[in-house]
């Protein structure tokens, strides 16, 4: 696939796209849209009609002008200055969860760690109790799979969803707010229940499948591992280069707005697209020797959190949160260990993202 | 690009730049996305739009935009 760069999948009735080059022009196209609500069942239902209404609302389905009225307003929490502010909240709350797991020997990382350490830090800045957070975690999830295309049945995320909105939405009307609640204003009350849904689970689920890929992949390459706990390169370059090599959004799609020449392949108007961000990031023309972890790479260009206007706006939070996680880990574990081989791994069955669902683990605590 | 008297550069790092749009949003007289990449206006008077410009630098989700003062 990476070769040819643009390839016709019958199975998927569209288009697949992974060169860097390719995929980084079609995500700045105004030729592609982002308007493509995925199937969540049957319009004749109520339900599924309201989810859908909620979808419709969201910036990464929306193109503009549409997507430029409500971008700038749901950007401010998570600029690199306002993660900056709550910097030492999040450095606390990865450190207190860590505190009360010590001394678990052996831990499933994605459920111990990776799940509770996100969902507590995007729950926290908007406002959800803690005591919430399992039933939050479940509706989350399910909406996640109904988005990433996953096995959940459609009428399972569509029911979390709308449970998920009525939640925020009695929360916001008790006054209940957070640190980052305060840059959202101006959004009607929809917008903002839509959009809150949007970033509650992507903030969390995202964020979780990065964790879990960062301690897999580092696990598999022990030398590049050693020279991150030992200082030798910073959390920072490692994190980067661990979106590229393993990052959680394999693939985003569109569809062609119009007819699109990518060398000899014309797509056509109307047919769907997806945007193989992980194969981009593989891509030789771009990468030297790209299916090693090089922790310290000189090259950039990582397609991890997209190009664009639909750019990651969680992105500066994502990387500090993977930071920190990093920067703090070695601060109470020696090592970790007994990650289970590749072919015994429990991949998320899903199209568009790339998580584990279990990261069992034997872990050494000072 | 400078501001004449405060001796400030505002550059975009290429490298760092996803073209979000953010700073064209934020600064429309200072910024432009050209051929996927967010440039600096020619010809713009900087020190005008001094506060838009610090507003996209904070904002960028790349940090691609860097001002030396």
Redesign the interface.
């Known amino acids: 696939m990476r070769d040819s760069g643009v390839t016709w999948d019958e199975g998927w009735r569209g288009w697949i796209v992974a060169g860097h080059k390719d995929v980084a022009e079609l995500l700045s196209s105004d030729r592609m849209t982002a308007e493509r609500l995925p199937n969540i069942g049957s319009q004749q239902s109520e339900d599924t009609r309201v989810a859908a209404d909620i979808m419709s609302r969201w910036i990464v389905f929306l193109d503009p002008p549409k997507h430029t009225a409500i971008r700038p307003k749901v950007a401010p929490p998570f600029s690199p200055r306002a993660i900056r502010e709550i910097d030492g909240l999040i450095t606390s709350t990865f450190r207190e969860h860590m505190e009360s797991l010590r001394g678990q020997t052996e831990m499933d990382f994605m459920r111990e760690v990776a799940f509770p350490f996100p969902a507590t830090v995007i729950a926290g800045l908007f406002g959800v109790p803690a005591a919430d957070l399992p039933v939050f975690g479940q509706w989350s999830d399910d909406v996640a799979s109904l988005m990433h295309s996953g096995s959940t049945e459609p009428a399972q995320g569509v029911q979390s969803l709308l449970q998920l909105a009525d939640y925020l939405r009695s929360l916001f009307r008790s006054g209940v707010t957070g640190p980052l609640m305060k840059h959202l204003d101006g959004l009607d009350e929809e917008d903002l229940v839509a959009t809150c849904v949007l970033f509650l689970f992507a903030g969390h689920e995202t964020t979780k499948n990065l964790l879990g890929n960062m301690l897999v992949t580092l696990s598999d390459w022990p030398e590049e591992q050693r020279r991150l706990w030992s200082g030798e390169v910073s959390e920072k370059r490692a994190v980067e280069e661990l979106l590229r090599y393993e990052g959680p959004a394999k693939a985003t799609v569109r569809i062609a707005a119009r007819d699109v020449a990518i060398g000899d392949t014309v797509i056509e108007a109307g047919q769907k697209i997806l945007l193989a961000l992980g194969g981009a990031n593989r891509d030789p023309k771009v990468f030297d020797r790209p299916d090693d972890l090089v922790l310290e790479r000189s090259e950039s260009g990582s397609l991890a959190f997209g190009y664009g206007i639909h750019f990651c706006v969680g992105a500066p939070l994502a990387r500090f949160e993977a930071q920190v996680a990093l920067r703090e880990l070695p601060r109470f574990w020696t090592g970790y260990g007994d990650v289970p081989p590749p072919e015994d791994r429990q991949w998320q069955p899903r199209l568009l993202n790339r998580g584990l669902d279990e990261l069992p683990m034997r872990v050494a605590w000072r | 690009m400078t501001f004449p008297d405060m001796r400030t550069t505002v550059t975009v790092d290429p ?2 730049c ?5 700073c064209v ?2 600064a429309p007289e200072v910024f432009t ?1 050209e051929n ?1 990449k967010a440039e600096v206006l020619a010809g713009v008077d900087l020190t005008e739009h001094a506060e838009e410009i610090r507003e996209a630098s ?6 691609a935009i860097q001002l030396q003062e």
Do not use: H, S
């Open positions: 490298e760092r996803c073209a979000t749009g953010g949003f934020i996305i996927g904070d904002c960028c989700p790349t940090e």
